[in-house]
Structure formats: structure tokens, C-alpha cells
């Protein structure tokens, strides 16, 4: 047995490597821990998460399904690129909160494929979907290690953000003004469509408070293969977006590839590896709708054939009031 111990733990290096990046490049943290954890040449040999800015070491593509209303720490989680199931135990926390001189400040979702910056707003304007445009335009942002806080004013700012902290991923790089007006520009575009949805009367105002709200709920933004979606609910199926983020020019999208894309309640969404799960078809967005007194049904809808189809059988776990919750 000691022999064997032995001949493993000799292993060359550009190896052990290999095995490593194999485990990161399918964001099998956990897997890589185990692998270090085999004896100290291999601790030595390959990164330490805690010294290393590789991205890779941030979980990635994973999805906590069992919800909100779970009241165990062990949470079933499944790779949406890989299929793979995971039993994790897992803390409560998912903000941090931090104290400011007469308000609280709630941290924001971090960016996607960039440094991580910290967005956070006044807390009082966190509490209600509905008064976010009653706030201040004023956005601070700060690096981690920033030893100030750089403020960022732009009457457009805050919704987007806002979504951000909701559980939309902002996107690294891109310029926020730019991005903003492509997505308000799609939301006056289809503003006559989503007045068909929406049971409130600021459909008749046109001011963006009016469209703000109007779109709460059907404008979704999500990455997937590196490129940037914005989806757009409607009363009658949904339309995708491709966004050039060189030139920020939006282009209709009718085909994803292997891909399907989720969308919840409220603002979440996320990709899909379709090949990975039986159930689902590529091609097609999934949401929940619902009509008087009737109680929430899923939806499949499919990009090329434009053909909306009910699927409550296959997706009867997902029709609850719930946000979907990612790592």
C-alpha cells in the first residue's frame, strides 16, 4: 500500500495538471478540491484556489433547484452546461450588508466575465420593484480593494442595475449608457405588446416610470456562449436579442443552438445545455404563465416555428412562485 501511495504521488506534474484543468474547465470545483487534497506534492503542484485570480475557481453554470422555500441547508444543484446533480450543504447567505452613515446599502450582483465590481444603493429603494424610479440616479461602485467609492450618475443607471441586483448578471466591459438605451429601445418597441399582459393603466403615460414598470417581468438579460441575450416576454410567445457589444447593435435572434433558455416571475433567467437533460428541447424558452382563475402553467416556446406549447407534466417542480437561484 505504501508503494502504491508512493507511485502516486509521483506523478509528473504536467499531468496532474491536465486532470486538474479538466475538473475547472467543467466547473467541478469540489472535484478539484478532492484532487488536491491526495497528498502534498499535489497540493504543490497544482494552483491554490485561495492565491489564484483564475476565474475558473468562482462555481459557474450552476442552479440551486430546490428554491427559495427549501428549509434545508443541503441543496440539490445542477450544472446547466454539464447535467450533473450535486447534494451541497450550503450557508443562508447570499448579500452581503454593510452600514453607511444613516442608510443601509445592500451589495449588488457581481459582473460577469470581468474583475468584480460592488455596486450598492440606498436601501430604501431596494424594498419595492416599484418605486425604484423614485431614487436617486447616483450609483456608487467600488473594487474590492478600492479605498473610496466612485459615484456614477445617469437617469438610466438605476433601473439597470437594479436588475443586476435582482440576479441578472451585468455585462464586464460594457458601457452602461449604451446598454441601457438599447434595452429601453426594445421596451418602447414591444411597449404596445406588453400593455396586452399587464393589467395596470400606466400603459396610457409614456414617460420611462410608465415603461419601467410595464416591463417588469418580461425584459430578461442573460449571457450564453459569451455572447449577450436580451429577451422580451410577450403576450403571445417571446422574442429574442443578440447584443454586439463592440457596437451595441441588436440583432434578432431565431436560433439558439443546443441552448434553451428558463425564465421565472420576476427577472431571472438562465441557459441551458439541452443536450444534457432528456427533457428539455433546444431552441426553446420556458416560462410560466397564467390566466383568471387559473393557477400558473408552463410554457414552451419555440424560436424557429414561432409555436407556443403548454408543458405542465414535464416541469411540474418549476410552477412555484419562486426565483430561480444562482451560484
Not at 427559495?68 to 440539490?76: E, G, H, K, V
Not at 414598470?213 to 416576454?233: N, P, Q
Request: neutral net charge; hydrophobic residues 40%; proline residues 3%.
Amino acid at each position: 500500500m505504501e508503494f502504491l501511495a508512493a507511485d502516486w504521488s509521483s506523478l509528473p506534474a504536467d499531468l496532474l495538471n491536465r486532470i486538474a484543468d479538466r475538473f475547472l474547465a467543467t466547473s467541478d470545483v469540489d472535484y478539484y478540491m478532492d484532487f488536491r487534497a491526495v497528498c502534498r506534492r499535489w497540493r504543490s503542484t497544482t494552483q491554490d484556489p485561495k492565491n489564484s485570480p483564475d476565474p475558473r475557481f468562482h462555481p459557474r453554470h450552476w442552479v440551486n433547484i430546490n428554491g427559495a422555500s427549501c428549509r434545508s441547508n443541503t441543496r440539490l444543484l445542477v450544472n446547466t452546461a454539464t447535467g450533473r446533480t450535486l447534494r451541497q450543504e450550503l450557508g443562508y447567505l447570499i448579500r452581503f450588508m454593510a452600514q453607511r452613515p444613516g442608510e443601509l446599502v445592500e451589495y449588488a450582483a457581481l459582473e460577469s466575465g470581468s474583475p468584480p465590481t460592488i455596486f450598492f444603493f440606498c436601501k430604501d429603494y431596494m424594498d419595492d420593484n416599484w418605486v425604484i424610479h423614485e431614487s436617486s440616479r447616483k450609483v456608487y461602485m467600488a473594487q474590492p480593494d478600492s479605498e473610496s467609492l466612485a459615484i456614477y450618475e445617469d437617469r438610466c443607471a438605476f433601473p439597470l442595475i437594479r436588475l443586476a441586483a435582482s440576479g441578472i448578471y451585468t455585462i464586464g466591459g460594457a458601457d452602461l449608457g449604451s446598454l441601457t438605451r438599447r434595452i429601453f429601445d426594445l421596451m418602447r418597441f414591444y411597449m404596445a405588446d406588453l400593455a396586452e399582459i399587464s393589467d395596470n393603466d400606466y400603459t396610457i403615460m409614456s414617460d420611462e416610470k410608465s415603461l419601467w414598470k410595464l416591463c417588469v417581468g418580461r425584459c430578461f438579460l442573460t449571457e450564453s456562449a459569451g455572447k449577450v441575450l436580451i429577451i422580451m416576454k410577450l403576450a403571445h410567445g417571446v422574442v429574442v436579442y443578440r447584443l454586439h457589444t463592440h457596437n451595441y447593435k441588436l440583432e434578432h435572434v431565431e436560433d439558439i443552438g443546443n441552448c434553451a433558455i428558463f425564465l421565472d416571475l420576476y427577472c431571472w433567467c438562465l441557459c441551458v445545455n439541452a443536450d444534457k437533460f432528456p427533457s428539455v428541447h433546444a431552441n426553446c424558452v420556458y416560462y410560466q404563465k397564467s390566466r383568471l382563475a387559473v393557477a400558473n402553467y408552463m410554457c414552451m416556446y419555440n424560436l424557429k416555428s414561432e409555436r407556443e406549447e403548454r408543458v405542465d407534466e414535464k416541469f411540474e417542480h418549476l410552477l412555484l412562485d419562486q426565483r430561480l437561484s444562482r451560484l
